[in-house]
């Protein structure tokens, strides 16, 4: 994380956050989204740099499943382009596996409202996340609660999902 940014962070309520990088950065840890092609090659990714947690964003069955099976990924990440292969059985293997599924805050509501019944049908941790390219893209923490009062979480839960949630990140590692 940019030490000039830190204190916007901090006035937005979030201590720290993950940069996407594909190449070691200044912050402690690191996110890295593998996509269709980099699947099979995420132990080189890992060699490159301990510190960084892995996602997947699987576009089918079979990556999806080697997604939740490989314990190197931390967690999964959805969006309006994957939603339909989240099947039952697949969230069943999610939840077995204890993987986080991480929601993007740019989908569209339908997405957002599935996530969020399937925080209560699972209990896999569920990240909601912003998914900032600029800084004016971040979203502060009652915002995203609301967010999620909105489209049909409890007060409760969505607390649990942006305060607690985030941090089960870490305990994998």
């Known amino acids: 994380m940019k030490p ?3 204190s916007y962070l901090n006035v937005l309520g979030y201590s720290s956050g993950l940069v996407e990088a ?6 402690k840890f690191t996110r890295y989204t593998l996509h269709k092609g980099e699947i099979k090659n995420f132990r080189n990714i890992m060699q490159k740099n301990r510190n960084t947690i892995l996602f997947s964003k699987p576009y089918d069955i079979e990556t999806l499943r080697f997604s939740v099976l490989t314990s190197e990924i931390s967690g999964i990440t959805v969006d309006d382009s994957n939603i339909k292969i989240f099947r039952k059985a697949m969230l069943n293997l999610i939840n ?13 509501s339908f997405v957002i409202s599935r996530a969020i ?11 909601f996340s912003s998914f900032a390219q600029e800084f004016n893209e971040i979203w502060p923490l009652v915002s995203k609660i609301n967010y999620l009062i909105v489209h049909g979480a409890s007060q409760v839960q969505a607390y649990k999902w942006v305060l607690n949630d985030p941090f089960k990140l870490f305990s994998n590692e």
């Open 117 to 127: 019944s399937w925080g209560y049908k699972w209990s896999f941790p569920l990240i």
């Open 96 to 108: 077995y596996n204890k993987k986080i599924v991480e929601i993007s805050l740019k989908s569209s």
């Open 22 to 27: 594909k190449t070691s950065s200044s912050s």
């Open 4 to 6: 000039d940014l830190q």
